[in-house]
């Protein structure tokens, strides 16, 4: 069976001028939402992504979320990176919140994990029990499980139910004024991340590794930009990318963002906008570029992909908070490493 897919249709707008407008893009996002998944997870992302596509977010980006309950039509996703029944590209999979829906899947998942992200470059999303999913964790209570190789591992988690403080770095999916503050997400036992321990190289700003996997030479990026305050240890929020050796270069592939916190069941519209643009970043897009505004257009992104350039950001005191419900705290963390994303100069 397939779930509902949540498209809203944008209304036609009656222009002063006769101004040719840009289409928005669309992002075909599978969601398991077979056994081992939350119902209350699946049924908040599918909210999110309702208020996302009924937005004026829409105008650049439409997100077209596919629940999918079968593990064999999972299984196809993930070989041919396209929909079974309706022949689309999938942009992205995501695995919500739920308890080892990994159990459920009738074939070698981990093998096809690979192959969506390296060879088709397709994205990954996971929130909670989709995060554990792609850190290989199989065995219930097990944290040093690390069975796919990421870059990233769980160092902490299963630490109850309730709110945790996170403290937001610079980072491609949320607005500039939320960085340097410390916001509150519903949790419920959520790992927590580092690095692995396995030939990673940690820079000061961020982590990467090289591997060999399924007979690639692979380079794994990983920039961290959520720290839990308390509760859990480690870092609550991380995003990744793969790239695959080709002759001399680099060639970027998949990319993949974790979240040990539940975006689309936290009571901010904040929240789930930043997991709407998680979709849409973990598709190889920047959230802030096609049809935003230009305080957004000059928000951080992963560099011009035209020159490659490259400007790092200089750690920030962090803001005065107006205070209030949802407002961010200004507390600092001078002790966490700051994501080294870059910015698109505006020309």
């Keep these: 069976m397939r779930g509902p897919i949540a498209i809203i249709t944008l209304a036609c707008m009656v222009a002063m001028v006769a101004v040719p407008a840009q289409a928005a893009i669309e992002i075909n996002v599978a969601m398991w939402t077979g056994p081992g998944a939350d119902p209350g997870c699946v049924q908040a992302s599918y909210q999110a992504v309702e208020e996302w596509n009924s937005s004026q977010y829409a105008n650049a980006y439409i997100i077209n979320l596919i629940g999918v309950d079968s593990s064999s039509e999972w299984e196809s996703i993930l070989e041919t990176g396209k929909d079974p029944v309706t022949g689309q590209k999938i942009n992205v999979v995501y695995v919500p919140g739920g308890y080892h829906p990994e159990w459920h899947w009738d074939f070698d998942w981990e093998d096809a994990l690979y192959h969506a992200q390296l060879d088709l470059g397709m994205g990954y999303v996971g929130i909670c029990a989709g995060a554990y999913v792609h850190e290989g ?52 036992n959520g790992p927590g991340f580092g690095p692995e321990p396995q030939d990673v190289i940690v820079a000061p700003t961020h982590w990467y590794r090289y591997a060999t996997i399924e007979g690639k030479e692979v380079k794994i990026e990983v920039w961290p930009f959520g720290k839990y305050v308390d509760r859990v240890s480690g870092w609550a929020m991380v995003l990744g990318q793969y790239y695959v050796k080709e002759g001399d270069k680099w060639v970027p592939k998949g990319r993949f963002a974790l979240f040990g916190v539940h975006p689309e069941l936290t009571d901010r519209e904040g929240a789930h906008i930043m997991f709407c643009r998680a979709l849409i970043w973990a598709a190889g897009y920047n959230p802030f570029s096609a049809g935003a505004s230009e305080e957004q257009n000059n928000q951080v992104n992963l560099g011009n992909p035209t020159t490659n350039e490259v400007v790092v950001i200089e750690p920030q005191t962090p803001v005065t908070s107006g205070g209030g419900s949802g407002s961010g705290s200004a507390l600092p963390l001078p002790a966490l490493p700051l994501p080294p994303f870059p910015i698109r100069r505006r020309s």
């Design 137 to 188: 964790i199989t065995m219930p209570g097990d944290l040093s499980e690390d069975n796919i190789i990421d870059g990233v591992r769980v160092v902490d988690g299963d630490k109850g139910s309730g709110d945790v403080q996170v403290y937001l770095f610079p980072n491609p999916i949320t607005p500039s004024w939320t960085w340097n503050r410390i916001w509150t997400y519903h949790y419920a």
